[in-house]
């Protein structure tokens, strides 16, 4: 990897307020300054046509309100363009097993991209809940030594009906069996989010509360739920990635 090149930060949350804070969980967890960034709205801006993977030393996507499985014509032109955008941009990322990580709506993309099928049969409310790890995972870079089980902060009406063809399953979980997965040697994807802690979630859950994940009623519950564990592993993922591609003398793993 060439020094100095920038992680780009893709988002698709149309709330100024929770896209920001998302960021700067992004920062936080990641040990990354901003400075070392480039992020684009893309539910604002698009991804660029003429983007460049040369330019950049890694990929993050986080999480949206919008939902892969939601019947097409229900969805607004705003979700087809991003659903657009990443069809093109995962061509090329799977292509030169360019270093990604998506986590939620990023784990649904590329599940969708790789033929998986993306469906509300998994689906979880928010929370903080145990994941498994397999023993291929176990072997992988970004959860070597860690414990068997590690606690995680999710809430997902979809995820991945199977593992993506061709990919490797990394964590699996009893209500929802895709949990985390890689493609080659570069590219991975969580249903959870690595980035988060009790802040951000609360921030979310009074956001997205009338979205569906839950019922307004029972927002004082889940603020409660997601505050009673840390999820240290979980973070600890962002951070493995980041000092795996982005950060200055890191090396790129290639098959």
């Given at each position: 990897m060439t020094e100095n090149k920038p992680l780009l930060v893709l988002q698709l949350r149309p709330e100024d307020r929770i896209a920001d804070s998302e960021y700067a969980c992004f920062l936080k967890y990641g040990q990354l300054p901003a400075s070392m960034t480039e992020r684009i709205r893309i539910e604002r801006y698009g991804i660029p046509a003429d983007l460049q993977l040369d330019n950049y030393s890694a990929i993050l996507v986080g999480?949206?309100?919008?939902?892969?499985?939601?019947?097409?014509?229900?969805?607004?032109?705003?979700?087809?363009?991003?659903e657009a955008d990443f069809q093109r941009l995962l061509q090329q990322v799977i292509a030169q097993d360019f270093p990604f990580l998506g986590a939620c709506s990023g784990n649904g993309l590329l599940g969708n991209y790789l033929g998986a099928?993306?469906?509300?049969?998994?689906?979880?409310?928010?929370?903080?809940?145990?994941?498994?790890?397999?023993e291929e995972?176990?072997?992988?870079?970004l959860l070597v030594d860690f414990p068997d089980k590690i606690d995680v902060l999710l809430g997902h009406?979809?995820?991945?009906?199977?593992t993506p063809a061709g990919a490797a399953l990394l964590m699996t979980g009893q209500a929802c069996p895709v949990q985390m997965f890689r493609v080659g040697n570069n590219v991975y994807a969580t249903q959870f989010h690595p980035e988060g802690?009790?802040?951000?979630?609360?921030?979310?859950?009074?956001?997205?509360?009338?979205?569906?994940?839950f019922l307004p009623e029972e927002a004082e519950q889940l603020v409660e739920a997601v505050s009673r564990k840390p999820t240290p592993f979980a973070q600890e993922i962002l951070r493995r990635f980041v000092a795996a591609y982005v950060l200055p003398g890191a090396t790129r793993e290639v098959g």
């Amino acid at each position: 990897m060439t020094e100095n090149k920038p992680l780009l930060v893709l988002q698709l949350r149309p709330e100024d307020r929770i896209a920001d804070s998302e960021y700067a969980c992004f920062l936080k967890y990641g040990q990354l300054p901003a400075s070392m960034t480039e992020r684009i709205r893309i539910e604002r801006y698009g991804i660029p046509a003429d983007l460049q993977l040369d330019n950049y030393s890694a990929i993050l996507v986080g999480g949206s309100p919008f939902d892969i499985s939601t019947p097409l014509k229900k969805k607004s032109a705003e979700q087809l363009q991003v659903e657009a955008d990443f069809q093109r941009l995962l061509q090329q990322v799977i292509a030169q097993d360019f270093p990604f990580l998506g986590a939620c709506s990023g784990n649904g993309l590329l599940g969708n991209y790789l033929g998986a099928g993306i469906s509300s049969r998994y689906g979880e409310a928010v929370g903080c809940v145990e994941l498994d790890i397999t023993e291929e995972g176990k072997r992988d870079k970004l959860l070597v030594d860690f414990p068997d089980k590690i606690d995680v902060l999710l809430g997902h009406k979809e995820a991945c009906d199977e593992t993506p063809a061709g990919a490797a399953l990394l964590m699996t979980g009893q209500a929802c069996p895709v949990q985390m997965f890689r493609v080659g040697n570069n590219v991975y994807a969580t249903q959870f989010h690595p980035e988060g802690d009790a802040a951000e979630f609360t921030l979310r859950i009074d956001a997205y509360k009338h979205h569906g994940y839950f019922l307004p009623e029972e927002a004082e519950q889940l603020v409660e739920a997601v505050s009673r564990k840390p999820t240290p592993f979980a973070q600890e993922i962002l951070r493995r990635f980041v000092a795996a591609y982005v950060l200055p003398g890191a090396t790129r793993e290639v098959g």
